[in-house]
């Protein structure tokens, strides 16, 4: 069985840090593309970063100087490094492992809430 699971969410003021971690199992971790994905109440889930599984990254161009995303193969586990953050940053935060089109993993996310 595939399982992802988040955690590392919570409550934090505006300007604040959080790190979600997302562990992975079941899966070649090494082999798979792994994102960070959120959705604010009414709103579609977006991408927010993607690191391949050779350490190429991608953001979302809201986060961009903000977040980083990071994998430790050796743990199965990527991270999301939130840095300077909004209240518009708030949304669950789904961790994702993509294998091309063969594969697609999702887990069941991690609230973050920014607010003073």
């Known amino acids: 069985q595939v399982q992802l699971v988040e955690s590392g969410g919570g409550l934090v003021q505006p300007g604040g840090s959080l790190r979600l971690p997302c562990a992975a199992s079941?899966?070649?971790?090494?082999?798979?593309?792994m994102g960070w994905y959120r959705q604010a109440p009414g709103k579609q889930r977006e991408l927010v970063a993607t690191?391949?599984?050779?350490?190429?990254?991608n953001y979302a161009d809201s986060v961009k100087g903000r977040f980083t995303i990071s994998r430790d193969n050796a743990k199965n586990t990527v991270y999301l490094q939130m840095n300077s953050l909004k209240p518009e940053d708030t949304a669950v935060y789904y961790c994702?492992?993509?294998?091309?089109?063969?594969?697609?993993?999702w887990g069941q996310g991690t609230q973050v809430t920014v607010s003073s």
């Open positions: 690191i391949t599984s050779g350490g190429g990254t």
């Open positions: 994702n492992a993509r294998l091309a089109h063969l594969r697609d993993y």
């Open positions: 079941g899966i070649t971790f090494s082999s798979y593309t």
